[in-house]
């Protein structure tokens, strides 16, 4: 059973920074893509980053390329979203998210963090 656990949330001005950190467990994530994904306030879930654990490769949406990057910890099995030079618009709650290798899409979800960032 694959457990994704985020932490890292807050208040934080426009133009500050954030560390999102997602504790995985109960598998190898060696084959995994892991995702970010954020909701905000009567919005639908979107795409923010994802990285191949393998690998590193990376691939980010447009609204937050430059601005944010995505990690991953091996030791750790732990997968980071830093957060630069936030906007209003960032708000959200953030989601920690999985792809198996034999998923054709994300199946396996935390239950989010909460970001904030006031103008």
């Known amino acids: 059973q694959v457990r994704l656990v985020e932490s890292g949330g807050g208040l934080v001005q426009a133009g500050g920074s954030l560390r999102l950190s997602c504790a995985a467990s109960?598998?190898?994530?060696?084959?995994?893509?892991m995702g970010w994904f954020r909701q905000a306030p009567g919005k639908e879930r979107e795409f923010v980053a994802t990285?191949?654990?393998?690998?590193?490769?990376?691939s980010y949406a447009d609204s937050v390329k430059g601005r944010f990057t995505i990690s991953r910890d091996s030791a750790k099995n732990t997968v980071y979203l830093q957060m630069n030079s936030l906007k209003p618009e960032d708000t959200a709650v953030y989601y920690c998210?999985?792809?198996?290798?034999?998923?054709?899409?994300?199946?396996?979800w935390g239950r989010g963090t909460q970001v904030t960032v006031s103008s």
């Open positions: 109960g598998r190898t994530f060696n084959s995994y893509v």
């Open positions: 998210a999985g792809r198996a290798p034999y998923e054709s899409e994300f199946g396996s």
């Open positions: 990285i191949r654990w393998s690998d590193g490769s990376s």
